[in-house]
């Protein structure tokens, strides 16, 4: 199975940056579409953003829009996730998540879309 570690994460003040890695072992996460998902304590998981497995199209969700950017490096079996302008209502823990499909279509934002899942880095934004 793919296997996916995040690092990155951290305490921030509002209107900082932070730069999330995701790091994929096998040979097939070039071959997946890949997303971030998030959840905050006592909330349901969200929909970040996603990126298609070539890399040419994305999927951002309206509350980081403009001020989150997705990247993916294939060669380097990795993921990034650039976060800047952060927000105290960012703070969450932050998962990594490989699609189900190899080669599939388009830039999944749907937690059934994805069947492989990173063990979560904690973003914490002060205000």
């Known amino acids: 199975q793919v296997q996916l570690v995040e690092s990155g994460g951290g305490l921030v003040q509002a209107g900082g940056s932070l730069r999330l890695s995701c790091a994929a072992s096998?040979?097939?996460?070039?071959?997946?579409?890949m997303g971030w998902f998030r959840q905050a304590p006592g909330k349901e998981r969200e929909f970040v953003v996603s990126?298609?497995?070539?890399?040419?199209?994305?999927n951002y969700a309206d509350s980081v829009k403009g001020r989150f950017t997705i990247s993916r490096d294939n060669a380097k079996n990795t993921v990034y996730l650039q976060m800047n302008s952060l927000k105290p209502e960012d703070t969450a823990v932050y998962y990594c998540?490989?699609?189900?499909?190899?080669?599939?279509?388009?830039?999944?934002?749907?937690?059934?879309?994805?069947?492989?899942w990173g063990q979560g880095t904690q973003v914490t934004v002060s205000s």
């Open positions: 990126i298609s497995w070539g890399g040419g199209s994305t």
């Open positions: 096998g040979r097939t996460f070039g071959s997946r579409a």
């Open positions: 998540a490989a699609a189900r499909t190899i080669l599939g279509r388009g830039t999944p934002a749907l937690e059934t879309e994805y069947a492989y």
